[in-house]
């Protein structure tokens, strides 16, 4: 070869340096080197000793222009990678929860219930022994209850017997030691919320992992993590070796560090700019960091699957992904497979590649017992049990999607978009999981039993604890978990006679005019409307009752005798009462008000009722409990507030005449729809057209809304008693019940009525019936049932029978 | 927090007794009103001198915690665990007379008012927990200017020493 071909070369060399330019990376150094040396080597002897200088000063001037920036480029990346480290916030979604079931001797809840709550709150079925398990053997339930940050401190994992008898708590017991008779249930994950990035973390710190864990990941994918600096050259060689004997990447010489390095800060590419950097970068975090903050983060960080577009980083979120179980409860082969699981999430996903990842982790079972981390017992046990994975899809955030909308809503109420998202804020809610399962499965059930064609129905449901205005269950479709109109908070519709009761509040607040014995007239009547036609309201049988008791009146839902009354206590008091009680009844006032003819959420019908149902204390509904940070330090808390409202007597009147629609009135199938008398109270509502159907019944423990409708809003051949009230009965006869009797204000006396007439009577009038009335408001004029000769005895001095 | 506890067991013992030696009168001299009085409904009337009921002993547990809570000076987590106490016993009158009395030693005179408003309302209405009832209304009236109301509720709350308003 003559000189021709040193030109080309050094052609060559020169087209090939604006390609490299300044940026002289090693792998660009490592292509020059493939052809440099054939130049330097085999073609040197030939070469003139001016080009040969040129070269050696060319060769000089590219290790120096390498050398230079190496220097800054090392710095640099050291820089960073301390920075990043301290720096690093991860963002953790902000978890939803649910209440937590207290369990205590005599609380009453069913069998299927509890299941239900223990299944929410991540409970499996297994061996006792294992936190996060339980065994139940008929009514006797073995519970090992996981450990939990409340907001008002933790409670470490617990161990305890009890048995279910007559839908009761009985003898409970705690195994391990002996302490409260109240335990908590930890509280179920009902979601996250507004998720701010694809990934999804639960922070463990190290020393909640379990110790196999710790070791087991050490042994698996660095052994000599404890005494290197970083790097581990000895690994890197074993490793070279190995891929080179199997002719492909079988195993990876990367220290956790150099993983980590890796998962925290470049990019995936496989380069060896790449490498080199993450070698740095080791090095820098070793230097600077101990081992425990490394094999933390570590262990919070490793990619370990996703969960639909989002990724599953760290062993917290792993275990609740995977099982369905905080970190701490694994067994020794769930531990295996996710430590597994590490070298290819997706390679060896346990649903997916099933053999494939039984493989990965009876290997690493294998790897667990070689290094002496389990004995051969245990190894043979764990080797022999099946998979058991129990994934926990995003499903949870759909299933609850109805209830964390509301949440979401209150908590955008108080706080900005920013400090809610990534912050890992712990949201401890009202919702309790059974009540839930229950209504969802009342309204689905209910509907289908009730409609005209399959699927032709929409319904919602609002169920509360009336005297806290806690939310217990939201369902705003038919079919639970599915995303999209959210009935129970949006669907605005017509309440119809729903809104009669508060016709009558307004009227029973003055005792000197109207007490339930007044006589209304249910009678044709024709109403003047500015600028529209007269209104003349009927009746939804169609016929006038004439003379009726209020009580009545209210009780059989008679629009005319209504209307009669509202008209002559005018529509602005109505309007007015009803922002009182904290609903915006709209600015339209026509007196079809009276009959309700206003559109409302069942939400707000639901925060019309509650003071009603709390014996005269209003308080605004609520879904949230507590707020905390991922500490369990709190944030914000949304306190029980109650307020009483003045006229106490006034609802004790009307919670009588409630009482007397569900016995006798319009919602009387009650009686036969539930399994016994749970004291209830209620009101149906029915519109125009049987568009709407609308039950709103309460209990001294709940207060539940039940709204039926085409979503269309046509005519659907619906009433409030044959299709909302099934649905109500349904909910309510699988709830617990404590029924304790309601206590009558202060103000309030009973006497004798001889029915229906406005009349005092004797308890001996063959009409009698007992009426409770505001102080002083009973009618004055008497039964001629009652005995003349009394008349004298009046003018005696009397006593009161205590 | 000064509760009268032993003073008032022997007083309203003797009004009880006072009560029960009163001759009963023939049921021919009650006037037409008097006849025409019913009592409040079966269920209802659980209510009524027993002013200790038998309590859940996981409530008593929780009230045993704010009250050392209390003492601790941590009113926050005396009131939190009176809450959780409440949602287990929503009408128990001790508990939230416990919380209304919480309540008042944090300056929130609203809620003190209305709890303690409520535990008279589902109380006993006599006896000691009926003059606390009124005591922390009267309280509670007094810092927010209401003097009018305050000295009605002293006034009722001498009541809570007699016999319980009639009822038959």
Known sequence: MGPENEVHCWKRWIDRKPETGLTWTAAAWDRAKDWISPVADEFAPTITPVLRRLFITLLLFSAGLTLGLAGPWVWWLDREAGMRFAERQWTQNSRVYARPLELYDGLKISLDDMLVELDAAGLRSGDPAQPGRFRQSGQQLDLHLPGFVYGDGPEPAVRLSLSIEQDAVRHLQRISAPGSGLVRVPPAELGALLPLDDNDRTLVALVDFPPLLVAGIQAVEDRSFNHHHGIDPRGMIRAAWTNLRHGQVVQGGSTITQQLVKNLFLSPDRSLVRKINEAIMAISLERRYGKAAILEAYLNEVYLGQDGPRAIHGFGRASEHYFGLPVQALAPEQIALLVGMVRGASWYHPVRNPQRALDRRDRVLDIFLETGLIDLASHGDSTGRPLDVNIQRGQRSQRYGDFLELVARQLRRDYRERDLSGTGLRIHTTLSPSAQRQAERALSQGLSQVERQPGELQGAIILLEPTSGEIRALVGDRQPGRRGFNRALDARRQVGSVIKPFVYLIALAQPERFHLATTLHDEPLSIRVAGQEPWQPRNYDGTSHGQVPLMDALAFSYNQATVALGQELGLSGLFRLLRQLGVEPGSDPHPSAFLGALDLTPLQVAQLYQPLAAEGYSTPLRAINQVTDARGSEIARYPMRMRPIRDREALALLDFALRHAVTEGTARSLSWRLPADIGARGKTGTTNDRRDAWFVGYTQDWLGVVWTGRDDNAPAGISGSATALPVWAELFSGLPVSATGRSWPEGIEWYWIDWPSPLLASEDCSNARALPFVADSQPGLYSPCMDARTESAARRAWWRRP | ?168
Do not use: K, Y
């Open chain 2, 1 to 168: 927090m000064a509760r009268i506890h032993l003073s008032l067991v022997p007083i309203c013992s003797l009004l009880l007794v006072a009560c029960a030696t009163q001759p009963p009168a023939p049921v021919e001299d009650r006037s037409p009103v008097e006849q025409a009085r019913a009592s409040e409904p079966e269920p209802e009337a659980a209510r009524g001198l027993q002013v200790f009921p038998l309590r859940n002993p996981a409530v008593d547990e929780l009230i045993t915690a704010a009250e050392q809570a209390e003492r601790d000076g941590d009113l926050d987590r005396a009131a939190m665990l009176l809450e959780r106490a409440i949602r287990i016993e929503p009408r128990d009158p001790e508990l939230l007379q416990n919380m209304a009395e919480v309540r008042l030693a944090q300056g929130d005179w609203e809620q003190a008012e209305a709890n303690a408003s409520r535990s008279f309302d589902v109380g006993p209405r006599v006896g000691e927990l009926c003059q606390r009832n009124w005591r922390t209304m009267a309280l509670a009236r007094e810092r927010t200017g209401r003097h009018e109301e305050a000295h009605r509720a002293r006034e009722r709350m001498q009541d809570c020493r007699v016999e319980p308003p009639p009822r038959f």
